[in-house]
């Protein structure tokens, strides 16, 4: 009779004790960080965005334009896609790299990879000239990028006043001019 009173009571215990946060509510530390990937602005209209992936395999998206999420979004990564990061970033070692690599072509996007390690921060940076390495990691952030899953931490601040409303457009017609004409 005792032994699973203890035992139910033990359980108990360790479900209060576990971490309950949200996602977007976990607090995200420089020291914490792994890896972040920027893409630039170019001649098109690729998307410029910023994805940093932290120690606790929280990744962090930051839109800037031309991308559907806006702001700054929050997810935590799956233990598969955790390992495979982590397998591509071995693999492509950054420490090893040039930092920057030249290219011919104006219209792409700049792409800055960085790593940190112990207070230590190493980035390779370009657009279609780099080692397949460099590029398979990229594409492995890119995919990331576009996963389901994402929670908005923060809205983007359109940097408008106050009183005016992104993507609305009003219009006041002179005296005498109506809407139906």
Not at 75 to 85: F, I, N, P, Y
Not at 139 to 162: C, H, M, Q, T, Y
Not at 163 to 180: A, D, K
Request: contains cysteine; hydrophobic residues 35%.
């Amino acid at each position: 009779m005792r032994k699973p009173f203890i035992s139910l009571l033990l359980l108990l215990i360790g479900l209060c004790c576990m971490d309950c946060t949200p996602v977007q509510k976990v607090p995200l530390s420089t020291d914490l960080l792994l890896l972040k990937m920027e893409r630039g602005p170019s001649r098109g209209r690729y998307p410029i965005y910023e994805i940093a992936i932290y120690q606790n395999q929280i990744a962090e998206y930051k839109g800037k334009r031309y991308t559907p999420k806006l702001g700054t979004w929050v997810r935590e990564l799956k233990d598969a896609e955790w390992k495979q990061l982590q397998q591509q970033i071995k693999q492509a070692d950054l420490w090893r790299q040039q930092e920057f690599f030249r290219s011919q072509s104006l219209d792409l996007p700049l792409v800055t990879i960085t790593q940190y390690e112990k207070g230590v921060s190493k980035s390779v940076s370009g657009k279609d000239t780099r080692p397949p390495e460099i590029l398979l990691l990229e594409r492995s952030l890119e995919n990331i990028a576009l996963k389901e899953g994402w929670v908005e931490k923060e809205p983007f601040d359109f940097g408008l006043p106050k009183n005016v409303m992104p993507n609305q457009l009003r219009i006041e017609l002179r005296p005498g001019v109506y809407v139906h004409n």
